[in-house]
């Protein structure tokens, strides 16, 4: 089995490197063969995590729950839905040792208490809180009582509802990351939050990631230069797929580029290089590329320099283009030729 990612690193080891999600979510349509593909696609495009979500229609919805965006002909109602993305708990436990055979942190989350319960038994490491739940002390209280860790995505949520969410966690002492998030599929750049990065941490004193919308890599790239610790992006297989998040979802080719540009980012970060210490290694190519002085035309002995007697060429082996003034006023002892690098011994 692949080396998993222990995600108390988040708050165990500030040094440690970005946790990287990838959001299946709906993307499988209800197909148990397709998570899987999903779960084979986004280790190999360099994911920490895949994340799902946990329906139990029965448990979490209603006659009254209505359509938002009415995007399936499938599916008569929000609840129908709902029951043709539901997996069995073994199928369940099956896409978990999937994951983590591949190298994967497994995480879903739960939109009931029925699938907390679930996802207790299979044995998350960490919770998911939907953008949506925020305020569902229910969920939270439930969560609370595994003593995991809880990631919370701020989506929906007025500031002061995050922070009575992320006060109660802290003080039942659940390790707490808090995610900037919109709530909008896909998200314009105008509204992805980015100020939020490090007005969160500041506020929370705790891991602070970016759960975006936006289609793009930009977003993620971006969070990670501010100090973003968790990265989670939608993936889908093409822009052609079926689904609700297509639109707010990165294909897994540029999934896998975002990772490399995140990683990337990662160790310019991590090796600060003075300026002068670039300097002094490329001392070979200032040479190469810097320009000498050299005579403007010839020139006979006895000649006090000008400035228009002074030109300069390639290589900068000799007296440096940025010295000419200490030249000027300068007599020749001995002619020199047009074009001729100038040598200290050339003046009286």
């Known amino acids: 089995m692949a080396q998993l990612r222990d995600i108390n690193d988040l708050w165990q080891n500030p ?129 609370i009582d595994t003593r995991k860790p809880v990631l919370v995505s ?48 500041q506020r929370y004193d705790c891991p602070v990631g970016l759960s975006d919308h936006s289609g793009t890599p930009y977003p993620s790239l971006a969070a990670v230069t501010l100090g973003a610790k968790l990265i989670e992006v939608h993936i889908t297989f093409s822009r052609e797929m079926f689904g609700p998040d297509v639109s707010a979802s990165l294909t897994t080719d540029e999934f896998k580029q975002m990772v490399a540009g995140v990683r990337f980012i990662e160790t310019m970060k991590a090796n600060p290089f003075p300026k002068d210490s670039v300097a002094e290694t490329l001392e070979p190519l200032r040479r190469m590329f810097g320009q000498s002085l050299v005579a403007a035309a010839d020139l006979p002995a006895g000649t006090v320099l000008k400035r228009e007697d002074l030109s300069c060429r390639k290589p900068g082996h000799g007296i440096a283009a940025a010295d000419y003034t200490s030249l000027i006023g300068r007599k020749l002892k001995q ?8 040598q200290p011994e050339d003046f009286a």
């Open 335 to 342: 002619a020199v030729k047009a074009a001729q690098f100038l």
């Open 15 to 143: 040094a440690a490197p970005s946790f990287i999600i990838a959001e299946v979510a709906q993307a499988h349509d209800g197909s148990l063969g397709t998570a899987h593909a999903y779960i084979d696609a986004a280790a190999a495009a360099g994911a920490d995590a895949v994340k799902f979500q946990t329906h139990i229609a029965a448990e979490e919805s209603s006659a009254l729950d209505t359509w938002r965006v009415k995007f399936s002909k499938q599916d008569a109602t929000r609840y129908d839905y709902w029951k043709r993305m539901e997996f069995t708990e073994p199928q369940w436990v099956e896409l978990k040792q999937h994951a983590e055979e591949k190298g994967l942190v497994f995480l879903s989350s739960p939109f009931s208490l029925a699938a907390i319960r679930l996802l207790e038994r299979i044995g998350v490491p960490a919770w998911k809180v939907a953008s949506g739940e925020v305020t569902n002390r229910l969920f939270l209280d439930a969560m």
């Open 154 to 201: 701020s989506g929906m949520s007025y500031l002061e509802e995050m922070d009575a969410t992320v006060a109660h966690l802290k003080a039942a002492g659940s390790p707490v990351a808090v995610f900037q998030c919109t709530t909008a599929y896909p998200c314009p750049a105008e509204k992805i939050g980015l100020n939020q990065i490090s007005e969160l941490m």
